[in-house]
């Protein structure tokens, strides 16, 4: 039986675990935080990325847990909309995905559908891989050697695992932005809709709703990159107070539970990587092609990528082959949806005031019924540049 380890258990760890033990793969997987994270907003799940989760048979439960949310209406200081965008109501259109849920959500029920079949070790992470003839002998922080046949890196953006498999090829291209994730206590001023709010300086604020009686916050700011995604958690939160300082609408709400609520804050970037494998060892998600959760695109590009990866093992004659049928198939997929709408992410979050009255006189004209529908189609994200493949493996045979 061919033994896989993955590194990282999110969505593409868990993903390509479920597909590559239904393959008979033997699967371990090693994640770094010491429980299943549970932090995040709503992730969309579209095109490609829906037909692989029902594939799984997840379309339903993933409907079951959505968050519901009706659409996105960008609002002023005082909270009167300027323009507003209904979800959208088919697989792949709209702001709003129809179909959305919680990123913790998704991992759960991913790690719930494999974790009687997979080995989950939590805390510990890989410090070393070296590849021999017969595998790759693989030290952790924590836990004794062990050897594996392949060993797959889906430990998102900052993959500490990347390196190790490809060296410095892979760039990590900074979008000058950065996001700060929480969760707060809901009141009466939120809604299904989610709220859009630009404050001069380039910094933006939503709300936006969930299933389990919350309210999803985000705080971002344009910034060169400096670092700030390695700072820890408090000096992160000194610095949303001091950015956010005197920013009006709901901002002042979100501070004051910035002390008391699990912080996710991450340098908006892309990860672009001349090749995904190397010998035995290959990337995949985040660690391999983020896309930012500007595109939307993220969660989709994980299953897809985990769902073709293990398929492709699954089918071909050795490891090498497989890796490369995966980067064939995914590689036109990824950059399509590595290509951001116009303009992006400055023309939505502008520096000055009038920057951000000339955004706004785009969006009211971008929401009249007539042009919504284009705009929808140039700002939604593309999801079409693949074609699934059917699978019927024979026993692995790497
Ligand atoms: C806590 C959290 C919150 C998020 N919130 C949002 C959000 O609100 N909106 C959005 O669009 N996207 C969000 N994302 C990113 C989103 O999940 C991904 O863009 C997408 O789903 C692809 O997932 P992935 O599994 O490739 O990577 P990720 O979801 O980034 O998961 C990577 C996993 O690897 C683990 N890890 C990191 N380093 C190591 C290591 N060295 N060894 C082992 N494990 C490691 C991480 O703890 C994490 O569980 C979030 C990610 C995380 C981890």
């Known amino acids: 039986m061919t033994t896989v380890l993955i590194s990282g258990a999110s ?37 490609a990325g829906r037909e692989v989760a029902r594939r799984m048979g997840l379309e339903d439960a993933i409907r079951a847990a959505t968050t519901g949310e009706a659409g996105v209406r960008f609002v002023e200081a005082d909270d009167r909309t300027i323009a507003a965008f209904a979800a959208g109501t088919s697989d792949s259109d709209g702001p709003t995905a129809e179909l959305e849920i919680l990123r913790g959500d998704l991992a759960r029920l991913l790690v719930d559908r494999t974790a009687d079949r997979v080995g989950y070790v939590f805390g510990d992470h890989i410090t070393g891989l070296d590849e021999v003839d017969t595998g790759v002998h693989v030290s952790f922080a924590h836990g004794a050697p062990r050897t594996f046949d392949l060993v797959v890196a889906a430990d998102g953006i900052r993959s500490s695992t990347r390196p190790l498999v490809l060296g410095d090829e892979a760039e990590v291209a900074s979008l000058h932005m950065y996001t ?44 060169e990159p400096r670092g700030y995604e390695r700072w820890d958690a408090a000096g992160q939160r000194d610095l949303l107070r001091h950015r956010f300082a005197g ?25 672009k990587s001349p090749r995904w494998s190397a010998g035995r060892t290959a990337v995949l998600g985040d660690a391999a092609y983020c896309a930012s959760p500007i595109s939307g695109m993220g969660t989709s590009l994980a299953l ?11 089918t071909r004659l050795d490891h090498r082959e497989a890796f490369a049928a995966y980067e064939s198939i995914m590689r036109p997929y990824v950059e399509q949806a590595q290509e951001l709408p116009p303009g992006t992410p400055r023309l939505a979050n502008p ?14 004209v971008a929401s009249r019924p007539l042009v919504q529908k284009l ?16 699978y019927d493996p024979s026993p692995a045979a790497v």
């Open 11 to 47: 969505i593409a760890g868990p993903a390509l675990a479920y597909w590559l033990h239904r393959y008979g793969f033997e699967v371990t997987v090693v994640e770094r935080a010491p429980e299943l994270r549970s932090g995040g907003q709503n992730v969309d799940v579209r095109g």
């Open 180 to 223: 700060a994730y929480l969760t707060i206590p809901r009141t009466d001023s939120d809604s299904a809709w989610a709220r859009w709010f630009n404050a001069p300086g380039g910094r933006t604020s939503t709300l936006r709703p969930d299933n389990v009686g919350t309210t999803r916050a985000t705080l971002s700011f344009m910034s």
């Open 247 to 271: 920013v009006g609408w709901e901002v002042p709400r979100i501070l004051a539970a910035l002390d008391h609520h699990e912080l996710y804050f991450e340098a908006l970037a892309q990860v």
């Open 304 to 314: 897809t990528g985990a769902y073709v990866l293990a398929g492709e093992l699954a």
């Open 351 to 364: 520096r000055t005031r009038a920057g951000i009255a000339g955004f706004n006189t785009l969006l009211r």
């Open 375 to 390: 705009a929808g189609k140039v700002f939604s994200p593309k999801a079409e540049r693949i074609e699934l493949p059917i």
